[in-house]
């Protein structure tokens, strides 16, 4: 079945740091590919997504590049800020029908001033 | 209040004992989604519902039991609660459009005792 695998954290970093979270794929077809972020204490929100191949979603911010021959959708940001700390999911679905989502496990960024 | 709402925010319980968690969003979506949210596990599917009388389950649904009467509510039954199943409880929803985005209500926190 489809899965998602981004790295493992936390991830620490110090305010105007560059950030990385990769993210990688294994679905059939062309799913869409989602990042959504959960703050401390509250629910899961969309950041930014992308539904075809080389389609950039960005927000924020935040840029992630659909790539189909790498089958990847690493999350991106130039200069973080303190309070982009928070819970970042990688996730995809399928795009014949709304499927459920499949997530990443997860990857916490704590950005130190 | 516009938007996908959950009671209770916070529940304790005691093994055995039987706990319904209560989801409830405004906009008419077609589908809803409840995912149980454990560390290293990230988030996982329990049942999803793409209308009302359709239900589905996901990954993870031993233990648990939906329904879905009315578009806007979708009830999550543990019937008899036991320890594992403490964890966060996500309600999610979403339009019947391929690549929609999901949109997630805030959490509800259930220990089982």
């Known amino acids: 079945g489809d899965s998602v695998t981004q790295m493992e954290g936390p991830v620490t970093l110090s305010e105007e740091a560059f950030l990385t979270i990769n993210c990688t794929y294994t679905?059939?077809?062309?799913?869409?590919l989602f990042w959504y972020v959960q703050y401390p204490g509250e629910g899961l929100q969309l950041l930014l997504k992308a539904t075809k191949a080389d389609d950039k979603g960005s927000n924020k911010g935040f840029e992630a590049t659909y790539r189909k021959e790498t089958t990847s959708f690493h999350l991106e940001k130039g200069s973080v800020q303190v309070s982009d700390s928070a819970v970042y999911f990688c996730a995809l679905t399928q795009n014949s029908g709304n499927t459920p989502l499949v997530f990443g496990k997860g990857t916490r960024l704590s950005v130190i001033a | 209040d516009a938007g996908i709402t959950q009671s209770p925010r916070y529940k304790i319980t005691e093994t055995g004992r039987q706990v319904t968690l209560m989801c409830h969003q405004t906009w008419s979506h077609s589908y809803m989604f409840w995912y149980r949210q454990d560390l290293g596990h990230g988030l996982r599917l329990i049942y999803y519902?793409?209308?009302?009388?359709?239900?589905d389950k996901g990954e993870v649904p031993d233990g648990y039991v939906v329904s879905r009467s009315k578009t806007e509510n979708f009830p999550l039954t543990l019937e008899s609660a036991t320890r594992s199943q403490t964890s966060v409880y996500f309600c999610?929803?979403?339009?019947?459009?391929?690549?929609?985005?999901?949109?997630f209500g805030p959490g509800t926190r259930l220990t089982v005792l």
């Open positions: 519902s793409a209308a009302a009388d359709i239900t």
């Open positions: 999610a929803s979403t339009t019947s459009g391929v690549g929609d985005t999901q949109y």
């Open positions: 679905a059939t077809g062309y799913p869409s």
